[in-house]
């Protein structure tokens, strides 16, 4: 951030590199960027809505702590096809299982963030989008799973590449789908407080 009103230091606690470039785009631009370190696996039977709020609330629990003057941000993102959460591919197996699965259908793109601040209590908001890919030809999931761009993806892909070019529908924030609800952020942020809030060049946001 620029110039935040109370002096906090403003903390992106995320390693996606898509975050930190969703912020840069609107003109934000945290003073601290971090990695949270947690176990990620789901619990049995946890539905997809559960699962990404507990991790974005566990994430922004680690730095709590450490940085109570501070704010902090923290998102998670997962692709699911009813109660099923597809994985963050990390090998070709993986990302072919995943593309062929939602070829052709409709899934769901949960995104929740958690807003901290010593001033209020922590924010929690979750947005969904509705993703639906065209019925991927052989030739054009070997493209693509030849592009190595499925990997560490959620679902095995993303919107803002190759990907796009398979996509025929799209209801929701398509920010959301890359990683992080601009639109609902920065609603959630100007509501939340005053000490939240950055002026840059007359618009106000976080």
Not at 43 to 56: D, G, I
Not at 121 to 127: D, Y
Not at 160 to 189: M, R
Request: hydrophobic share 35%; proline share 4%.
């Amino acid at each position: 951030m620029n110039k935040i009103k109370s002096n906090k230091q403003f903390i992106l606690a995320s390693g996606s590199k898509r975050r930190l470039e969703l912020l840069n785009q609107i003109s934000v631009k945290p003073d601290l960027v971090l990695t949270p370190d947690i176990n990620e696996t789901n619990y049995s039977q946890e539905l997809p809505l559960n699962y990404v709020k507990r991790m974005s609330v566990e994430k922004n629990k680690v730095f709590q702590t450490k940085y109570s003057q501070s704010i902090i941000l923290t998102a998670d993102t997962v692709v699911s096809l009813g109660r099923r959460i597809l994985p963050k591919t990390i090998n070709l197996k993986m990302a072919k299982e995943c593309l062929q699965l939602i070829s052709g259908r409709r899934h769901k793109v949960l995104t929740s963030f958690a807003l901290y601040s010593p001033d209020f209590p922590l924010k929690v908001k979750t947005i969904k989008s509705i993703v639906k890919f065209k019925r991927l030809h052989p030739d054009e999931l070997d493209y693509y799973l030849k592009s190595k761009e499925w990997e560490g993806k959620a679902g095995g892909y993303a919107i803002q590449g190759i990907a796009a070019s398979y996509i025929n529908f799209l209801s929701g924030s398509y920010s959301n789908v890359v990683g992080l609800p601009l639109a609902c952020l920065l609603y959630t942020s100007d509501a939340a407080d005053d000490s939240l809030r950055v002026d840059l060049g007359g618009r106000r946001i976080i």
